[in-house]
């Protein structure tokens, strides 16, 4: 089982910072793939940024230049720094890990999710 926890989220005035965090724990082979994506009220979850384990970035447009993506293959740890933010960037947010997990001669594809945070941009 692969346990995926968020924090880090909360409120933050409209051009302020925040940083997530994220921790990937339980039984697996390894990660290929950290992530977060968002969703705002009455629309769909969107892509944020992803980071590969060779550290491979993409980020969504609306994101680019103003918030960087780090991940810790060591720790199993994926960050979202977050500035500049504004009224368009308040939703839950919620980290993604893919990787592989189960016995090294027989792999199996995995992918899970956080629960969420919260992130608020209001003055």
């Known amino acids: 089982q692969v346990r995926v926890e968020e924090s880090g989220g909360g409120l933050v005035q409209p051009g302020g910072s925040l940083r997530l965090s994220c921790a990937a724990s339980?039984?697996?082979?390894?990660?290929?793939?950290m992530g977060w994506y968002r969703q705002a009220p009455g629309k769909q979850r969107e892509l944020v940024a992803t980071?590969?384990?060779?550290?491979?970035?993409n980020y969504a447009g609306s994101v680019k230049g103003r918030f960087t993506i780090s991940r810790d293959n060591a720790e199993n740890t994926v960050e979202l720094e977050m500035n500049n933010l504004n009224p368009e960037d308040e939703a839950v947010y919620y980290c993604?890990?893919?990787?592989?997990?189960?016995?090294?001669?027989?792999?199996?594809?995995?992918?899970?999710w956080g629960q969420g945070t919260q992130v608020t941009i209001s003055s």
């Open positions: 993604y890990v893919r990787g592989l997990r189960g016995q090294r001669d027989a792999p199996r594809p995995y992918e899970n």
């Open positions: 980071i590969s384990h060779g550290g491979t970035t």
């Open positions: 339980g039984s697996f082979l390894g990660i290929t793939v």
